[in-house]
């Protein structure tokens, strides 16, 4: 399952524009497709809804959207939700938190909570990140490095491909999941019995 900082992935794409009046519905879509395709579901949380809540009409079976409420971070209740999830499900091993925030970064690590840059689930979505420019020292000639990403209006994913990426998740996954236990080992140690 997704937990998706919505604004966030928007702001890291150049297909999307958060001053597009539709960047939220074109999100949405995006990630419907991407759910239908892989069979997984996703929760995505946008700032300042008018009302706040689930939206009806952008939700699907795969993908549930929420506003947050006016006078409400995003932020705040995709933690709320990460911990709430955490709690029902009695870990947080079947979820992936995609946002590129730091802050909400840095709290999904002290939670124990696996994260995705923004950047990288936009490549899953078939969708192209925003180019970033890289920091030179002055006394050296100025560098850039651009990123270019042709979206394909109907991929094709050959079977190479899936295997491909599939090792390197699990790869990650398993990285991530080992240096949760270890850190709850160390914060919880197990007491050894007596001799």
């Known amino acids: 399952m997704y937990l998706i900082d919505g604004h966030n992935l928007i702001g890291q794409l150049q297909d999307i524009s958060l001053e597009d009046p539709q960047d939220e519905a074109k999100l949405t879509q995006a990630i419907r497709r991407y759910c239908m395709r892989t069979r997984v579901q996703a929760t995505v949380i946008f700032d300042?809804?008018?009302?706040?809540?689930?939206?009806?009409e952008l939700s699907s079976y795969d993908v549930k959207v929420i506003f947050a409420p006016h006078g409400v971070q995003a932020d705040g209740l995709l933690m709320r939700r990460a911990r709430e999830h955490g709690t029902i499900k009695g870990n947080y091993g079947n979820m992936i938190l995609v946002s590129s925030d730091r802050r909400i970064t840095q709290l999904c690590f002290a939670y124990g909570i696996e994260t995705m840059p923004s950047e990288e689930f936009a490549l899953l979505l078939g969708l192209r990140?925003?180019?970033?420019?890289?920091?030179?020292?002055?006394?050296?000639t100025e560098t850039r490095i651009y990123f270019t990403f042709e979206k394909d209006p109907d991929?094709?994913?050959?079977?190479?491909?899936?295997?491909?990426?599939l090792t390197i998740f699990k790869r990650r996954q398993a990285e991530v999941r080992a240096a949760r236990k270890a850190a709850q080992d160390q914060l919880n140690p197990k007491k050894r019995p007596s001799g």
């Open 129 to 140: 990140p925003v180019e970033r420019e890289v920091e030179v020292a002055p006394s050296k």
């Open 48 to 56: 300042n809804g008018v009302i706040g809540g689930l939206s009806r």
């Open 155 to 165: 991929p094709h994913v050959t079977t190479e491909e899936i295997v491909y990426w």
